[in-house]
């Protein structure tokens, strides 16, 4: 099975009695994303992050899409603070993290900075057009940030206790399944035909297959993450190989950040134990920001990321072939192709254009979208 990454598997629970809270300046409340990073840190999905970001790290991120010791990552996770709070936290002082009114982390405060949110959104985005959304978040935020390892001491809440697991539990997963390799498949959408015709595709050159939907704050007009669940496990129970796919959910918001995601992306992937990691078309896009193939080309650059991509070009219908493809297999012209996006599926569903649908979705999962009142975030 592949290594975490850096090497070790980050574990950063602590007993309560045994740490220290001598020297806490205040307390942070945390949000819902806030509260996924840290979980994220906690169980290892963000190895080999022990905390939030220092300053060289946060910097060397930007600039190089690297730690300080040279091991890829390419989104900085680090915790903004007010300019208040910022005044009173000393370097070598201690924060208490609260979510909804009880602490359930301590922070031991190693650095305090504050960024560049230009700086910032051209190297993460590649954009400062404030209608992307990421960039739109960042301009949201405080600039104001600390950094320094944590210690979480109190249960976690989960939403979805079947589909949560964590790095440690998906590798005993995978070893229980006896699959050497495994291949992951990230997703903000219900599925659709093209999505199942690329992961069965993969699944021929590994042992397992490892659908791992992102749940958290998603823009206006994606699918819920109830639906997103709803539909994979309707799916893996009904079409997909029980002995050779598994289900675990990714708890983080979408960035959009195109290619500099994907490759965040893999890394996550990589920690839960899988050896590939699909990069599909446009993969964490948003608009016409990135170029369609930029998220395969950017792995070029990271030969060393220790996670195999798996580049998928775009799979869609092809009518005079009759059945699903690919355009590298494909004799045949656009004008005979259908192509699913999720763009297009969650337009049809919203203005109701079922029957157009025919090729794009399966029939039950139309079925299990429908049962849901309201399937889009607001």
Same mark, same amino acid.
């Given at each position: 099975? =592949?290594?975490?990454?850096?090497?070790?598997?980050? =574990? !950063?629970?602590?007993?309560?009695?045994?740490?220290?809270?001598?020297?806490?300046?205040?307390?942070?409340?945390? &949000?819902?994303?806030?509260?996924?990073?840290?979980?994220? #840190?906690?169980?290892? +999905?963000?190895?080999?992050?022990?905390?939030?970001?220092?300053?060289?790290?946060?910097?060397?991120?930007?600039?190089?899409?690297?730690?300080?010791?040279?091991?890829?990552?390419?989104?900085?996770?680090?915790?903004?603070?007010?300019?208040?709070?910022?005044? *009173? #936290?000393?370097?070598?002082?201690?924060?208490?993290?609260?979510? $909804?009114? $009880?602490?359930?982390?301590?922070? %031991?405060?190693?650095?305090?900075? +504050?960024?560049?949110?230009? $700086?910032?959104? $051209?190297?993460?985005?590649?954009?400062?057009?404030?209608?992307?959304?990421?960039?739109?978040?960042?301009?949201?935020?405080? +600039?104001?940030? #600390?950094?320094?390892?944590?210690?979480?001491?109190?249960?976690?809440?989960?939403?979805?206790? %079947?589909?949560?697991?964590?790095?440690?539990?998906? !590798? %005993?997963?995978?070893?229980?399944?006896?699959?050497?390799?495994?291949?992951?498949?990230?997703? !903000?959408?219900?599925?659709?035909?093209?999505?199942?015709?690329?992961?069965?595709? *993969?699944?021929?050159?590994? &042992?397992?297959?490892?659908?791992?939907? #992102?749940?958290g704050k998603k823009k206006s007009g994606d699918f819920t993450d109830e639906v997103i669940l709803a539909v994979y496990k309707m799916l893996v129970r009904d079409f997909y190989p029980a002995n050779s796919t598994a289900i675990g959910v990714y708890s983080s918001r979408m960035h959009y950040a195109g290619p500099k995601e994907a490759i965040f992306h893999a890394i996550v992937r990589k920690n839960f134990g899988c050896t590939h990691f699909i990069v599909g078309r446009d993969h964490a896009g948003v608009g016409d920001y990135y170029d369609k193939f930029a998220a395969h080309r950017i792995f070029d650059e990271f030969e060393d990321i220790g996670i195999v991509p798996m580049r998928v070009s775009n799979a869609f219908f092809d009518k005079k072939s009759d059945m699903y493809t690919t355009q590298k297999a494909s004799p045949f012209g656009p004008e005979h192709w259908i192509s699913p996006s999720g763009t297009e599926v969650r337009r049809l569903i919203k203005e109701k254009n079922y029957k157009d649908l025919k090729y794009i979705l399966r029939p039950e999962v139309l079925e299990e979208i429908l049962k849901f009142k309201e399937p889009f975030v607001l």
């Open positions: 099975m =592949n290594q975490p990454h850096g090497g070790v598997l980050i =574990n !950063r629970f602590a007993n309560k009695d045994k740490l220290s809270f001598d020297n806490i300046a205040l307390s942070i409340e945390l &949000d819902d994303d806030q509260l996924s990073e840290v979980k994220n #840190i906690a169980v290892g +999905t963000y190895s080999p992050l022990n905390g939030y970001m220092n300053k060289d790290d946060f910097e060397s991120v930007l600039e190089k899409a690297r730690l300080t010791n040279g091991v890829p990552w390419s989104v900085p996770v680090f915790l903004p603070v007010s300019k208040v709070d910022y005044r *009173c #936290i000393k370097v070598g002082g201690q924060v208490s993290l609260r979510y $909804k009114g $009880k602490d359930i982390a301590l922070m %031991e405060v190693s650095d305090k900075f +504050t960024f560049d949110a230009e $700086k910032y959104v $051209k190297s993460v985005y590649g954009t400062t057009d404030p209608n992307h959304p990421g960039v739109a978040m960042i301009n949201s935020l405080s +600039t104001y940030v #600390i950094g320094g390892e944590i210690w979480v001491y109190e249960e976690l809440p989960s939403k979805y206790l %079947e589909f949560d697991l964590p790095p440690q539990k998906t !590798r %005993e997963l995978f070893a229980e399944k006896g699959w050497n390799t495994v291949v992951g498949f990230q997703t !903000r959408n219900a599925a659709h035909r093209a999505h199942e015709f690329i992961q069965k595709m *993969c699944l021929e050159f590994v &042992d397992g297959l490892f659908i791992n939907p #992102i749940i």
